[in-house]
């Protein structure tokens, strides 16, 4: 059953797991829990459940596509199976805080912004970033993320077909900032852009993945194309 007081009806802004939805769109507010991990001691740390330890970093999966490859040693440590408490986990926990802290700057999401989503395939897994310009200077900076390692049946795939895949992950997983955003440009390879003019002469798998793509009523271009309009 869900709690009354936690229940909010015709209100036009109001939070829900850690996000500020409103009638424009949604955030994530200032990550204020980092001061809190920094000020928590060595005996609190050994105290407080492991899941709830993990769970706190993880304001940063959503601007981070690397965030799994940050955390995994961190993640294997604070596992069930793990061993005991000890001096290795306080340190590994404070090192990653230190890492995410530090890594690339982000912005929260502007419905009325263009966005460009950005996938990086590779040997060890998939990533996708949905890109805003930096009101503050002319960088390309994300508002949200994901990644995760590849699956075994992924591995035996083409590398147009995994970037279709992460594109089509991205906007399932990700769909609030699809649906919610003004214009919606995603970068893709040359060889994935002459698929998509080539569509009468590919797999169904392929043929599927983009249809699938295109329902969400974006523009995709080459990335060399895309390059070039980001800098300017």
Same mark, same amino acid.
């Given at each position: ?148 390692? =590849? ?9 147009? =077909? ?33 698929? =998509? ?9 392929? =043929? ?25």
């Amino acid at each position: 059953m869900v709690s009354p007081g936690k229940c909010h009806i015709a209100i036009e802004e109001g939070g829900h797991l850690g996000d500020w939805w409103s009638s424009g769109g949604y955030f994530q507010p200032p990550p204020d829990r980092t001061a809190i991990l920094v000020a928590l001691t060595d005996e609190q740390l050994e105290e407080m459940p492991r899941a709830k330890l993990f769970g706190m970093l993880s304001y940063w999966r959503d601007y981070l596509p690397d965030f799994a490859a940050r955390t995994r040693r961190l993640k294997a440590l604070l596992s069930r199976d793990s061993a005991p408490w000890t001096s290795a986990h306080t340190s590994e926990f404070r090192a990653v805080v230190r890492d995410l802290m530090g890594a690339a700057p982000h912005l929260n999401f502007a419905p009325g912004e263009p966005v460009v989503l950005e996938v990086h395939t590779g040997p060890k897994g998939l990533a996708a970033s949905f890109l805003q310009a930096d009101p503050a200077g002319g960088r390309w900076l994300p508002v949200a993320a994901f990644s995760h390692e =590849l699956l075994p049946i992924e591995m035996e795939h083409s590398a147009a =077909l995994l970037e279709l895949i992460t594109i089509q992950e991205a906007l399932k997983k990700l769909v609030q900032i699809a649906v919610y955003s003004s214009t919606l440009t995603i970068r893709v390879s040359p060889d994935v852009a002459a698929l =998509l003019k080539a569509r009468l002469h590919i797999s169904p798998m392929l =043929l599927w993945c983009i249809c699938d793509i295109q329902s969400y009523g974006c523009t995709v271009v080459a990335k060399l194309e895309a390059d070039e309009k980001l800098a300017a």
